[in-house]
């Protein structure tokens, strides 16, 4: 499986509103409502911050949010603060239990 | 908490061995599915490898697959990846995720063993 396409970088001024996309392909962010995302400050582990599309784990701000159409899945942080500065990766489970990261957005908070 | 804590990194010959471990801690390890997800120094991630409940249930990534074997020992609440024929490619830091319930999502992620392939 080839890996989901994300935008290598996006920036965006505190308060401001930024929107990540990650593009796949019908066998996986589009056949599926399993599409995940996970913020990574450098040298750190990825932290979980939406799952199945558009769910948020407990403690992860309501400014992050996540949706999807079509082959297409979108992370939405609104607000920016300073330390939403990170690497963002989506995720998709791909079907007969494989799994497909994209290649990473960096997020700069100008 | 729940806590994963990963040992067993380190500096390995091409076409050698290593045994990756990862101590679990503060949930019911036996009633959760378990992965290995890697990331090569400057690179993103990649899911590597994935044991169900029962320690018979288990997929690998194309690219470790007959390489690498994962399995676990829920009586000792630890997760093992056994690594042979590494290769230079398999340089990166060795995550321990537990997934969430149903989910097919990564929710808790340890802190990494760097695992470096080099001659």
């Known amino acids: 499986q080839s890996a989901l396409t994300q935008p290598r970088s996006v920036s965006g001024s505190p308060g401001q509103s930024v929107t990540i996309s990650c593009t796949g392909t019908s066998s996986d962010v589009g056949g599926y409502n399993y599409v995940s995302w996970y913020q990574q400050h450098p040298g750190k582990a990825p932290k979980l911050m939406i799952y199945?599309?558009?769910k948020r784990p407990s403690g992860v701000p309501d400014r992050f949010s996540g949706s999807k159409s079509g082959n297409t899945a979108s992370l939405t942080i609104s607000g920016l603060q300073a330390e939403d500065e990170a690497d963002y990766y989506c995720c998709s489970y791909g079907g007969s239990y494989t799994w497909v990261f994209g290649g990473g957005t960096k997020l700069t908070v100008l | 908490q729940v806590q994963l804590v990963e040992s067993g990194g380190g500096v390995v010959q091409p076409g050698g061995s290593l045994r990756l471990s990862c101590a679990a801690s503060?949930?019911?390890?036996?009633?959760?599915?378990m992965h290995w997800v890697r990331q090569a120094p400057g690179k993103g991630l990649e899911w590597v490898s994935f044991?169900?409940?029962?320690?018979?249930?288990?997929y690998y990534a194309d690219s470790v697959k007959g390489r690498f074997t994962i399995s676990r020992d829920n009586s000792k609440k630890t997760l093992f990846l056994e690594m042979n024929s590494l290769r230079a490619e398999d340089t990166a830091v060795y995550y321990c995720?537990?997934?969430?319930?149903?989910?097919?999502?990564?929710?808790?992620w340890g802190q990494g063993t760097m695992v470096t392939i080099s001659s």
């Open positions: 995720v537990k997934e969430l319930s149903g989910a097919y999502t990564f929710e808790i």
């Open positions: 044991v169900g409940y029962d320690v018979n249930t288990k």
């Open positions: 503060g949930f019911t390890f036996s009633s959760y599915v």
């Open positions: 199945d599309v558009s």
